[in-house]
Structure formats: structure tokens, C-alpha cells
């Protein structure tokens, strides 16, 4: 998959374009629908499949208030957008210039840098100043200027539209089968492991720090995880919060006993995959109280994934 720092960077050729447009926040289940319609529409009329999204969020640039939760750091949206077959990435720098642009000419701008044949858009997709641009400005627009225009419904599980804002809804609630449902996968953080207070190997219960890609918004709780580092995968129950009972840090942190492994992993990129919330996290009235709740958490870790 080639990446493109924006349209300027594209050369216009001869051969033909199948776009689709959005943020892509999660690349869950209804993403991976339409980035499928675009790769076998292209297929089949021998076009270029392209996805142009932006950075930072628009959101970001047009709201003071807008706090972003990704479901995705940048490098683990490249490494799932280039599992799914498409030719070209274009990310496109969204200012509050950029933001001023009329429907028409966000599309006149993008027909000048490629040879569009087809967009493909999703069931709510709105653009342009005032989200003036829809599938019916598109339909016609398509029809003076060449290009068809496809809109793909939306897809639903257990009566419930999958979309980022739901997966958010599920992670912060802690219901990570649910988030999984509609992600097609566990949520996973990317990350490294640092040094930490060693806290955990005092009371016999080693852990790896880990700092993250991006910043989690789960509940602060114990956690069932699975952790790869290099190509293997281990079990682990993992914290996520302020320690209150040993530490009380200023923000949450994420530490995983890794269980059946004892190597020594600083420095080593890893990635951290949520199964199961177990419990929120709680202060305990003594160390002895802590190390027994730590022992239960991994008996019912290894029990119940």
C-alpha cells in the first residue's frame, strides 16, 4: 500500500480511481464492509483503490472541547489498513482553512489530483463547510463530472449499528465481548516495556510496565490479556490504574503479570490485547489483603480464558 502525505502528493494518471472518504477511527467490522466494497469494485473494473482520510481529526481543529479517544495509535490503523488490500493511502492535513472548503470544491479539489471513476461512501458520510455535501450532492455532482457515486448501508449486530462511537461506549463500560463484536477482534494497545518501581516483584507478583501507543480510556480495573511480544503470545492478567493499595500514581498506568514467563523483555515492543474485565480496581486495607486479591485474579484468569 502506497501512503500519500496529502493530495499534492498524488500524480494524476490515466488510470482510472475507486475512492472511499472518513476518518476510520477503530477500522472495525463496518469499516472493513466498505474498504471491501472499494478493493472488489476496483477489482472488478480494473481501477485503484483509495482511501483518503485526515489528520489531525477534524474534530480536534474545529472543536476547543473535543477530547479525542482513538480506538487506534497511527501505527496499529497502517498495520490493519495494510491487511486489507488496498493500493493507496492518502492523509490529507485538516486545518481550519482546509475546514472552509464548500462541498463542490473539496470534490473539484480532488478530482484535480486523481482520475476518480467511483466514490464509495458510507451510510452517514457528510462533508464539506456545513456538511452541505450528501449522497444525493454527490449522485448529482458524480453525473456532471464523471463519476458514479455508491452508498453502502450500514451494518448492524445485535440490533445495534457498529460504529467507533459504540465500540467507545462498550470499552469505557468495560464490556470488551461487546467492543470485540463489532472490532472483529480483541481491542488491543500497542506499546514498549519500561521500568517501573518494582513493586510487583516485591510482593511476588512480577509485572512489565507498559507504555502505550495511545491513551486507554477503559475502566480503571484487572484485566485478562494476551500479550505478544516478538511472535509469542502470553497469558497475563494485567492493571490498569493508580495502584492506590502500594503506589497511588497521578495517572494510570498499565502493568501485566505475564504468567509461565520469566525473561527479561525492557525496551521490547509488545502489544497488549484486553479479553476480559475482571474487576475495577480497589484499595485494600493491608498488603496481605492485595496479595490475596492478586492470587484469586489469576486463578480466575486461568480458569475462565
Do not use: W
Not at 464509495?120 to 452541505?132: A, L, R, T, V
Not at 486507554?216 to 495502584?243: D, H, Q, R, S, W
Not at 479479553?275 to 475495577?280: A, G, L
Amino acid at each position: 500500500m502506497q501512503i500519500f502525505n496529502g493530495l499534492e502528493d498524488l500524480t494524476k494518471g490515466n488510470k482510472g480511481v475507486v475512492l472511499t472518504i472518513g476518518n476510520f477511527d477503530g477500522l472495525h467490522l463496518g469499516h472493513q464492509k466498505l474498504i471491501g466494497e472499494v478493493v472488489n469494485y476496483g477489482q472488478e473494473h480494473d481501477l485503484t483503490t483509495a482511501l483518503l482520510t485526515f489528520s489531525p481529526h477534524p474534530a480536534t481543529v474545529l472543536s476547543d472541547n473535543y477530547q479525542e479517544k482513538r480506538l487506534q495509535s497511527e501505527s496499529e490503523f497502517l498495520q490493519k489498513l495494510n491487511s486489507l488490500y488496498l493500493d493507496q493511502l492518502v492523509v490529507h492535513p485538516f486545518t481550519k482553512d482546509f475546514a472552509k472548503h464548500s462541498a463542490e470544491s473539496f470534490i473539484s479539489l480532488i478530482l484535480s489530483y486523481m482520475n476518480l471513476k467511483c466514490l464509495i461512501i458510507g451510510y452517514d458520510f457528510k462533508f464539506g463547510n456545513n456538511k452541505q455535501g450528501d449522497f444525493d450532492f454527490l449522485k448529482k455532482m458524480g453525473e456532471e463530472k464523471g463519476f458514479s457515486v455508491i452508498q453502502v448501508s450500514e451494518l448492524t449486530l445485535e440490533n445495534k449499528t457498529v460504529s467507533s462511537s459504540n465500540i467507545r461506549n462498550f470499552l469505557g463500560l468495560g464490556e470488551l465481548p461487546k467492543a470485540k463484536t463489532m472490532l472483529g477482534e480483541n481491542f488491543t494497545a500497542k506499546g514498549v516495556v519500561v521500568h517501573g518501581e518494582n513493586k510487583g516483584a516485591s510482593l511476588g507478583f512480577p509485572t512489565i510496565n507498559v507504555k502505550t501507543e495511545k491513551e486507554l480510556f477503559l475502566p480503571k480495573g484487572v484485566y485478562a490479556t494476551k500479550v505478544k511480544i516478538k511472535a509469542e503470545v502470553i497469558e497475563g492478567v494485567a492493571n490498569f490504574g493508580v495502584a492506590p493499595s502500594i503506589k497511588n500514581e497521578k495517572q494510570p498506568v498499565l502493568e501485566v503479570h505475564l504468567l509461565n514467563f520469566d525473561q527479561d523483555v525492557y525496551g521490547k515492543p509488545v502489544v497488549v490485547e484486553f479479553v476480559q474485565f475482571v474487576r475495577p480496581e480497589k484499595k485494600f486495607a493491608n498488603i496481605d489483603a492485595l496479595k490475596k486479591q492478586i492470587q484469586d485474579d489469576i486463578l480466575f484468569v486461568r480458569k475462565n480464558t
